[in-house]
């Protein structure tokens, strides 16, 4: 299992410095979080680039309906060719509770932006391929065959694309559907009315079990779960870890959204986890 720091919004000015540490104190990625109006993490992340050489940059996530696919498309590509293929680009509807209402503009029907999203998922992987296409879309059209090919961008340096990471709800169809066209699932869950639910290392066995027995991508994929454990006491954390490992998730990424710069670094300079077998802990 992997771990990576998901670091506070705001903080472009120190998270060249945050990536720096996290990459010499063993961490494997570092995430930022996105929103309707924030410090822009996709500049947060070149300043990570140039400050790192191996440690994953991620996204955590990208609201997509706030982003034209052939923008996103650029600027993910400005940032894997920075990092020399580093970057994993974690997708959503977005938080509408985090301001959206501020701005009257924007999508905020729940079906809407779901469109948008999967519209997204099948532009970003066309457009990474770097060949002529056309896309008719409800929510976006493409006419690249209008295009002279000298004009497109490279393609990214990971192959076939970007890893794309999609928020799953489960047990939902046609969400979970949505994530076996990805390269990983950040997992959610909601009831059958609809309210959330914490996800449970059984429900990631069955998100595992679905995603083997329905995806036929070859590429690798990704189960992502986030969360606290840092006031956990050692064992308490282990246990928790090791249940999660168990069931299948291949990224525990600890929460550090809204912590200050001397606890982030605190805990950074902790390190990673370190699981021990169950017989020896």
Not at 38 to 50: G, N, S, T, V
Not at 161 to 174: E, S
Request: net charge negative; hydrophobic share 40%.
């Amino acid at each position: 299992m992997n771990f990576g720091l998901a670091l506070p919004y705001n903080n472009t000015r120190l998270v060249g410095k945050f990536a720096q540490m996290a990459e010499d104190s063993g961490w494997d990625g570092i995430f930022l979080g996105d929103a309707i109006w924030c410090e822009d993490p996709m500049l947060a992340l070149a300043a990570a680039a140039m400050h790192t050489r191996h440690i994953r940059l991620g996204m955590m996530i990208v609201p997509v309906p706030l982003r034209r696919p052939w923008k996103l498309a650029s600027e993910s590509l400005a940032l894997d060719q920075l990092s020399e293929g580093r970057l994993v680009l974690g997708l959503g509807t977005g938080a509408v509770w985090m301001g959206w209402q501020s701005f009257p503009d924007e999508v905020t029907d729940p079906k809407t932006r779901a469109e948008m999203l999967d519209e997204t998922i099948d532009i970003l992987t066309l457009l990474y391929q770097r060949k002529p296409f056309d896309y008719e879309g409800k929510h976006y059209r493409l006419k690249l065959s209008l295009m002279d090919e000298m004009h497109y961008p490279p393609k990214p340096v990971q192959q076939p694309r970007i890893p794309l990471w999609a928020v799953g709800f489960w047990p939902r169809k046609k969400s979970m559907q949505r994530t076996l066209k990805c390269d990983g699932i950040i997992p959610e869950k909601l009831s059958a009315e609809g309210k959330a639910e914490d996800v449970t290392p059984e429900d990631i066995r069955a998100v595992k079990a679905y995603v083997e027995a329905n995806r036929t991508l070859t590429t690798p994929f990704e189960i992502v779960m986030n969360g606290r454990t840092t006031e956990l006491d050692p064992v308490e954390r282990q246990e928790k870890l090791r249940a999660w490992k168990e069931a299948g998730v291949t990224w525990w990424i600890e929460g550090l959204w809204g912590d200050s710069e001397e606890n982030v670094i605190e805990q950074i300079r902790r390190g990673p986890p370190r699981l021990e077998n169950s017989n020896n802990a």
